[in-house]
């Protein structure tokens, strides 16, 4: 059997069609990566095998194994080209693809005229909220919660809106976003305190449970997150609570090479004073006093 990926990704368009039309159960084709094949079509804006998915009764709007329509995966994904050829294919612009999209007016007036689209749920559970949150869209979380969003609404996998920060890089995670969420009562616990540099919540939730200490969430232990944070409070406050120094990530960063490649310029001095070993190294290799001196930190 000929690969239909290859054969897109190689311009071979017609011959994915004439294969389809031989065979339509080809139509739900997953590549081994677990793309399906009506994303490859749409990120190789080929229409003429969008028409042929639908002659073979394939859904453009129908839920992919992971929960999401074709749309909704290329949105999140951010991939603006091959959103854009899924509607221009028939695929119908729902409110979640919308805001990953930025299509502001479009969310405003459906969120403004049904106070229920507030309470929708995509395929995984995850309200608007959710993906305001994940795709930065400030003001238009704003707009959620003014209208009434659930602030600590949980998706599938009882995660709340203020947890889709997590999945942001460091520099970002302690923006807007994680002010406006706080301010409207979003529920803080140790791990998104350490995430987001937040002293006050963090000193809590150690105080309610000291074993708190030992999380670990997506690889990272909480000194991990409040390094990332560049937290000098949130990293002194958990030293002094007994936090490992060198414990290893699953990336396999101790706090102090972290520090090294994310240029953590505030919290470098107090790892050091408290005797982070510069003589770390990374799985491939590299060491943290190299990576310090590369990032400009002081060895």
Do not use: Y
């Amino acid at each position: 059997m000929e690969d239909l990926f290859s054969l897109l990704a190689q311009g071979g368009e017609q011959r994915v069609v004439e294969l389809l039309a031989a065979d339509p159960t080809l139509a739900w084709s997953v590549a081994p990566a677990g793309q399906p094949l009506v994303l490859a079509a749409a990120q190789q804006r080929c229409f003429q095998v969008l028409a042929a998915l639908q002659r073979c009764q394939f859904d453009l709007d129908a839920l992919l194994p992971n929960g999401l329509t074709p749309l909704q995966q290329a949105a999140r994904q951010g991939d603006r080209p091959a959103a854009q050829a899924l509607i221009t294919a028939g695929a119908s612009l729902d409110l979640f693809s919308a805001m990953a999209l930025g299509a502001e007016e479009h969310v405003q007036t459906h969120t403004a005229a049904n106070r229920l689209t507030l309470e929708e749920r995509d395929g995984q559970g995850a309200t608007l909220l959710h993906w305001a949150v994940e795709a930065n869209r400030v003001e238009l979380a704003q707009a959620l919660l003014q209208r009434g969003a659930a602030i600590d609404a949980v998706d599938a996998v009882d995660e709340v809106p203020l947890r889709r920060l997590l999945r942001w890089d460091s520099a970002s995670r302690c923006g807007e976003m994680a002010e406006l969420l706080v301010a409207h009562g979003a529920t803080v616990d140790a791990v998104l305190a350490a995430a987001l540099g937040l002293n006050e919540p963090l000193t809590a939730a150690l105080d309610a449970e000291p074993a708190r200490l030992r999380l670990v969430e997506h690889g990272r232990t909480l000194l991990h997150w409040a390094v990332e944070a560049d937290s000098v409070a949130c990293v002194q406050l958990l030293l002094d609570r007994g936090a490992a120094l060198e414990a290893r990530s699953a990336a396999g960063e101790t706090p102090l090479l972290t520090a090294a490649l994310r240029r953590c310029q505030r919290v470098w001095p107090l790892l050091r004073e408290r005797g982070a070993d510069l003589g770390k190294c990374l799985p491939d290799g590299r060491e943290a006093r190299a990576l310090a001196r590369q990032a400009g930190l002081p060895v």
